[in-house]
């Protein structure tokens, strides 16, 4: 083996070391609060319960922040430009809309909605908490961390299936939460289903936005947070989650489409 080979399968090692490193410490900042939440049963409306669970969730984020300072590793910054928001905003909140119209449940969309900003305490409210809960929490983590180091060794596809089953894995102590929107839905439900086998689309779509486009981390919030925003406004879509998962797996085709006619080398 020559002397590049040798480095890059230090290289490698050292990224898959610090993969791992990262998945330690944020199953340590999320997971252990979480079970102690769930075996106090503590209310997750407010109070302590609410500001540990919380935190808790920003677990993705919170790892990352302490790799990149313990590490002191150079982060991918975004290029600006008009296009990523647009598309991210436009590519989060399609799915969720579309299923929602396609369903017949669109109609019920101004009242349901206007219901979901009264109870977050208004417009300002609904946006801040689409943004802190779950785009800004996560995707530092996800896709500020995890998603390039994936990328330095491995494809799309690949990339996305890793991806998308540890962002799947974090989530499944949710459903034994009490308190949660997992736990109402339930894991082994039809709900449950569509939404892990979801976040495999989803994931590919963050992926164009944030390499392709070259909208980074900021790209990937906004996908988020379209998304998560979407899907509280709009009624429970029942059996059209079926539809919404449809929906954003042509959607993720559609953009893998494009991005094989419109190839742009990764600056991983």
């Known amino acids: 083996m020559t002397a590049i080979d040798d480095r890059s399968v230090d290289s490698k090692a050292t990224?898959?070391?610090r993969l791992l490193e990262f998945g330690a410490v944020c199953i340590a900042l999320t997971w252990l609060p979480w079970a102690v939440l769930g075996v106090l049963g503590a209310n997750l409306d407010k109070g302590g319960g609410m500001l540990v669970f919380v935190l808790a969730a920003s677990g993705p984020s919170l790892a990352a922040l302490g790799m990149w300072l313990w590490r002191r590793e150079k982060q991918r910054l975004m290029?600006?430009?008009?296009?990523?928001?647009?598309?991210?905003?436009?590519?989060?909140?399609?799915?969720?809309?579309?299923?929602?119209?396609?369903?017949?449940?669109?109609?019920?969309?101004?009242d349901h909605a206007a219901d979901v900003i009264a109870g977050a305490g208004g417009p300002l409210g609904a946006l801040a908490y689409t943004f802190l809960a779950g785009p800004v929490s996560e995707e530092f983590g996800w896709r500020g961390y995890v998603q390039p180091r994936l990328r330095r060794y491995h494809g799309q596809l690949a990339t996305t299936a890793v991806l998308g089953a540890a962002w799947g894995l974090?989530?499944?102590?949710?459903?034994?939460?009490?308190?949660?929107?997992?736990?109402?839905?339930?894991?082994?439900?039809?709900?449950?289903?569509?939404?892990f086998l979801g976040l495999f689309p989803l994931?590919?779509?963050?992926?164009?936005?944030?390499?392709?486009?070259?909208?980074?981390?900021?790209?990937?919030?906004?996908?988020?947070?379209?998304?998560?925003?979407?899907?509280?406004?709009?009624?429970?879509?029942?059996?059209?989650?079926?539809?919404?998962?449809?929906?954003?797996?042509?959607?993720?085709?559609?953009?893998?489409?494009?991005?094989?006619?419109?190839?742009?080398?990764?600056?991983?």
């Open 15 to 17: 990224t898959r070391r």
């Open 79 to 110: 290029t600006w430009s008009w296009r990523w928001p647009l598309a991210a905003v436009l590519l989060g909140a399609l799915p969720p809309l579309a299923a929602s119209a396609l369903t017949g449940h669109l109609a019920a969309f101004p």
């Open 170 to 195: 974090w989530h499944v102590p949710l459903y034994f939460l009490n308190g949660t929107g997992q736990h109402d839905d339930g894991l082994f439900t039809q709900q449950g289903l569509t939404f």
């Open 203 to 268: 994931t590919y779509v963050m992926l164009f936005v944030t390499e392709r486009l070259r909208g980074g981390v900021p790209a990937a919030i906004l996908v988020h947070a379209a998304w998560n925003l979407s899907e509280e406004l709009i009624p429970p879509l029942g059996n059209g989650v079926w539809v919404e998962l449809l929906v954003v797996t042509a959607t993720a085709a559609a953009v893998g489409w494009y991005w094989r006619r419109a190839p742009a080398a990764p600056s991983y």
